[in-house]
């Protein structure tokens, strides 16, 4: 497909499955993240000692709810990037029967996803807590709900089966290895077995560390491999690369083996402000992304999240690789300037 070549996105076409999350959001102190044993830029799973936290949070003068979820926030933002036809995405995670669950119900609808929820009352929605510091966020994700999704309950049901048959792309965090990984590789398998496009994140250093094994038994049927410089070293390291060079670690990544041979294995690892690495082909390319004064970050919370949303709605229209960065530089630059993974009515893209 050549660069002007038009796909116009079907409904249904991009599929997501992760952990439907309510963020809430506060700027905090210094003394906050120490009195938790936070690191200021940080994704990690509450433990019983992070209770309090979600107790004092909300008590804070500015907090604010937002949808969330990785995988829920990129296939909202590849929607509202192609705008038409509603619904291009599908959304798979499990909730709460409960007024977070109804909320994250409700913002899915208003943001055009097709989401199909696994609902239980085991268990309440799930909540991330975002704790802001400057341009840091360290997020403290309590699964609750989004940890109950089973695949035998949702997934292989004839009806939501239909839908992940009826996508081209896929797109799955890291985030949900640790939720129902079986979930992920009938998905991933499906993917390599008709020769359509799988996706996964790294999502945070965590992963590697302890969901390693999960991560490489995917890791065949990953078409394209999402990461920052931080998962991207810690991965290196966990496979014993012996390299902290970005771009050698991309090499190396991209040549892991793979299932479906037809399609050569893609690298992407953002580096926030620096360059955007990429395995064009056979080689190591570096993007530049959007210059952005300081001033105008708001907070970084989403820009991964964002990145890999407007790289999906590109992939999705069948765009070449380098316009797929091009797009999910654009949406991660419009959520840094905002509070959490949120945005405005519609994107200014060309």
């Not at 097709?114 to 085991?122: I, L, R, V």
């Not at 939501?160 to 129902?180: D, M, P, Q, R």
């Not at 410089?229 to 496979?239: D, H, S």
């Not at 210059?291 to 989403?302: A, E, K, S």
């Amino acid at each position: 497909a050549g660069p002007h070549d038009y796909y116009p996105p079907l409904e249904n076409m991009l599929f997501g499955m992760g952990n439907p999350l309510l963020d809430i959001s506060a700027v905090v102190d210094k003394d906050f993240l120490d009195k938790f044993g936070l690191k200021p830029n940080d994704q990690i799973l509450a433990e019983d000692r992070h209770k309090a936290l979600f107790e004092e949070i909300v008590k804070r003068n500015k907090v604010e709810y937002h949808a969330g979820g990785s995988t829920q926030n990129s296939v909202k933002i590849a929607q509202w990037m192609l705008q038409k036809p509603h619904k291009v995405a599908t959304f798979f995670g499990c909730i709460g029967k409960d007024r977070f669950g109804e909320i994250l119900k409700k913002k899915a609808e208003e943001a055009h996803v097709d989401a199909h929820y696994y609902e239980q009352n085991e268990e309440p929605t799930g909540t991330c807590a975002a704790c802001i510091t400057g341009d840091n966020r360290s997020l403290v994700a309590n699964l609750a709900a989004a940890n109950c999704y089973k695949k035998e309950k949702h997934l292989d049901l004839d009806s939501n089966w239909e839908l992940v048959k009826k996508a081209k792309v896929y797109y799955i965090a890291g985030f949900f290895l640790t939720v129902s990984p079986e979930s992920i590789v009938k998905v991933a398998r499906h993917a390599s077995d008709k020769n359509k496009i799988f996706c996964m994140n790294l999502s945070a250093p965590f992963i590697s560390q302890f969901f390693k094994e999960p991560l490489m038994k995917v890791m065949p049927y990953v078409d394209i491999l999402f990461g920052n410089e931080t998962e991207a070293a810690t991965f290196a390291k966990e496979l014993g690369f012996e390299t902290d060079d970005i771009a050698e670690i991309a090499k190396k990544t991209q040549n892991l083996p793979k299932e479906n041979t037809k399609r050569q294995r893609v690298v992407v690892f953002t580096q926030g402000k620096d360059d955007t690495v990429a395995t064009v082909g056979d080689r190591v390319t570096m993007f530049p992304v959007l210059d952005i004064d300081q001033n105008d970050i708001v907070d970084t919370n989403g820009a991964g999240d964002a990145f890999v949303g407007g790289f999906l709605s590109a992939l999705v229209q069948e765009h070449a690789l380098e316009e797929c960065i091009r797009a999910g530089h654009y949406a991660a630059n419009v959520i840094i300037r905002r509070v959490g993974c949120t945005f405005p009515e519609k994107p200014d893209y060309h």
